[in-house]
């Protein structure tokens, strides 16, 4: 029975590993799911079969309902707009998870002094472990999900130069309470009040590592806790000694960890200053240098125009367009604009949007040519060759105050250089400043026009002017 365990442990995380190839495209995406989640099934099976105590699957299986009626709602009618932060509550859920598992072990071993299996030592490392990051995961999510959700502030919300000590503090009493549990388990074990100091010292180090992130970081803050949890989970499998934990959480650990640093890169931030925080969603900051200018507003029509008799047009999508659902009406335009023979390309920016891939996702869900989607590096140059730059909601990743404005908060930040394009249209609701809360100089250019409105709404105008054209 226990190579029978194995067996199908190994084929489940071998599903997990063949499931995450087929991300790497949109054309593959929706299979690899399924495979992953084929994997995931396979692996609770296991988990079935390797349970000697028959009277814990009536536990498992209630657990089991539960979790699919809370967690298949949310995951199928949440709209594109919110799924980073549905993304950041499952993370969080994840993290939870561990840290209560973690909690279970302790009072069943009275403090990890009773523990069965021989050597005992990585297994109280190991649970405590995932105590401490499980903890910080969860919490830390829950801020990115309210921040995410404008349920909380998207600025950073600190308490200054004290900050940083704080976190130390906090850090170092998660392990040294861990310690004491660690030191107390080679005895009569500790009380129960040690484990539980744990955790919520490494609840309020996730809260108060979150809160002083601001807005713009959000994505990659996801990314890193993603990997956290990843971790924690791996830590916890290894405890329990359950091998498609530890696979499992090492695959979400490993890809977490290293989207985070691809992601880090993109903005020119390293991970430490990230998580140190205080910036993104500050207010806006107005565009500095010489007098003030008024954007120059423009109409459909206009547009359409420029559009029509252009030989290249490249589209920026940014988070107004995901907020307005746009995507299919930017297809329907770009299928018209192809039939009159202008080149349609699109600029992805590897931060665009609230998550990583965001922008992929909503042009995959289109139908809009994989092919077309050109990352940064490969787009940067065209754009000096291009008649018109559309932005659709971009803020923060068209500023090219991240080139040439060294007091600048996103300065050495890579982004498009949409204020190369000849003519440049930026579709937007109002002036208002981009998640890291700062004004964009590009808006007020000489070549810039501001077509104000919902964008699917904008987006159709434009069409329907491109029709009687």
């Given at each position: ?5 194995n067996i ?40 079935f ?19 699919v ?28 998870t561990?840290a ?5 072990e ?26 401490i ?20 502030p ?19 009493g ?13 005895k ?16 309020v ?17 996801i990314?890193l806790?993603?990997?956290l ?5 791996a830590?916890?499998g ?7 934990m ?11 960890t290293i989207?985070?640093n ?79 023979g ?9 931060v ?98 501001m ?8 987006v ?10």
């Open positions: 029975m226990d190579n029978l365990v199908l442990y190994i084929i489940a995380f071998s599903l997990f590993i063949y499931g995450l190839m087929g991300l790497t495209g949109p054309k593959t995406a929706v299979r690899g799911n399924w495979i992953a989640a084929a994997g995931m099934a396979l692996a609770v099976i296991a988990t079969i390797s349970i000697r105590d028959t009277s814990n699957w009536i536990v498992i299986a209630a657990g089991l309902i539960v979790g009626a809370l967690g298949v709602p949310p995951a199928k009618f949440t709209k594109m707009t919110a799924m980073p932060q549905l993304v950041a509550a499952f993370n969080g859920v994840g993290g939870g561990v209560l598992i973690s909690l279970s302790f009072l069943n071993t009275q403090g990890f002094s009773r523990i069965p299996e021989q050597p005992s030592v990585h297994i109280v490392i190991a649970s405590l472990f995932a105590a990051i499980g903890s910080v995961s969860f919490w830390g999510s829950l801020i990115a999900f309210g921040k995410l959700q404008e349920i909380l998207g600025r950073p919300i600190g308490i200054g130069k004290a900050q940083q000590p704080l976190n130390i503090l906090l850090l170092v998660a392990v040294a309470a861990a310690v004491v549990i660690g030191l107390g388990a080679a009569d074990g500790v009380p129960t009040w040690w484990m539980v100091l744990v955790l919520v010292l490494a609840a180090l996730g809260l108060m590592v979150v809160l002083p992130i601001g807005g713009a970081d959000m994505p990659v803050v990314s806790l993603n990997a949890t990843g971790l924690s989970a830590a916890a290894l405890a329990l000694n359950n091998t498609a530890i696979v499992a959480g090492m695959i979400v650990g490993a890809s977490g989207l985070t691809l992601m880090a890169k993109a903005m020119n931030r390293s991970i430490p200053a990230i998580v140190a925080g205080g910036f993104g969603g500050g207010g806006a900051i107005a565009a500095t240098g010489g007098e003030q200018k008024q954007a120059k507003a423009t109409s459909a029509a206009d547009a359409a125009i420029q559009m029509a008799y252009a030989n290249q047009v490249i589209v920026v999508p940014g988070y107004g367009m995901a907020v307005a659902q746009a995507q299919h009406a930017v297809k329907e335009m770009a299928t018209l604009l192809e039939a009159k202008v080149e349609v390309k699109y600029a992805i920016h590897p665009a949007g609230r998550m990583p891939g965001h922008m992929n996702v909503l042009l995959a869900e289109a139908e809009v040519p994989y092919d077309s989607l050109k990352e940064m590096d490969e787009i940067n140059g065209e754009f000096s060759r291009t008649d018109v730059a559309l932005v659709i909601g971009a803020n923060d990743v068209t500023n090219p105050a991240a080139r040439e404005d060294t007091s600048s908060p996103i300065y050495g930040m890579p982004v498009l250089n949409v204020d190369q394009a000849k003519s440049v249209i930026v579709l937007k609701r109002s002036m208002n400043s981009g998640f890291a809360g700062i004004d964009n100089p590009l808006f007020y250019s000489d070549h810039t026009s077509l104000f409105g919902d964008a699917k709404k904008s159709g105008a434009v069409t329907e002017e491109l029709k009687a054209l």
